[in-house]
T-cell receptor, first 113, second 116 residues
């Protein structure tokens, strides 16, 4: 039972470098989300995709772009990484946008030097 | 503007006793509330939820209470076990509509430690 799979699990970047975090779910869910977790801040929504073909900004979208490649896959791109983007990133999915319960991946720890 | 707040960063209890984790919210459009549990190096996992039409929901050792007038919810774990040691996040969503529709807003988390 894979559920939500994120890659890579760890990444170290230099300021200004770019990278893409990949996420795939095998639960046939319509909605997918990217959150970041920082100490003392909980999880904050970066971007979400209510359904295939749509994406919307969350609470902290600056510095990020997303692509809903198909129903299964939702990627997060950092075009020019900054130290403030050092964080743990979680991808999640839900049956539908209004379903309530989210299923999370294991997280991707990103360090920007 | 922190719409969901967990004011206790940590809680320490003895095995077998009750653990009570608290959460406050400010957005009156929130109508669905969830608790997630997170172990180190893992993603959050769903624990229990409650709709705003209820004031209590129970699942085994876990009970969530909702006080809508106070905009407050709590999670009770009875009896607490060492395996319950984790970070607990409360989250809220507006399933009926509004700007928070379909998006979970999380609190900062409370680290629960249950001592044997």
């Amino acid at each position: 039972n894979a559920g939500v799979t994120q890659t890579p699990k760890f990444q170290v970047l230099k300021t200004g470098q770019s990278m893409t975090l990949q996420c795939a779910q095998d639960m046939n869910h319509n909605s997918m989300y990217w959150y970041r977790q920082d100490p003392g801040m909980g999880l904050r929504l970066i971007y979400y995709s209510a359904s295939e073909g749509t994406t919307d900004k969350g609470e902290v979208p600056n510095g990020y772009n997303v692509s809903r490649l198909n129903k299964r896959e939702f990627s997060l791109r950092l075009e020019s990484a900054a130290p403030s983007q050092t964080s743990v990133y979680f991808c999640a999915s839900s049956v539908d946008r209004g379903a309530g319960e989210l299923f999370f991946g294991e997280g991707s720890r990103l360090t920007v030097l | 503007d922190q719409q969901v707040k967990q004011n206790s960063p940590s809680l320490s209890v003895q095995e077998g006793r009750i653990s009570i984790l608290n959460c406050d919210y400010t957005n009156s459009m929130f109508d669905y509330f969830l608790w997630y549990k997170k172990y180190p190096a893992e993603g959050p996992t769903f624990l229990i939820s409650i709709s705003s039409i209820k004031d209590k929901n129970e699942d085994g050792r876990f009970t969530v209470f909702l006080n809508k007038s106070a905009k407050h919810l709590s999670l009770h774990i009875v009896p607490s076990q060492p395996g319950d040691s984790a970070v607990y996040f409360c989250a809220a969503s507006a399933r009926a509509g509004g700007t928070s529709y379909g998006k979970l807003t999380f609190g900062q988390g409370t680290i629960l430690t249950v001592h044997p």
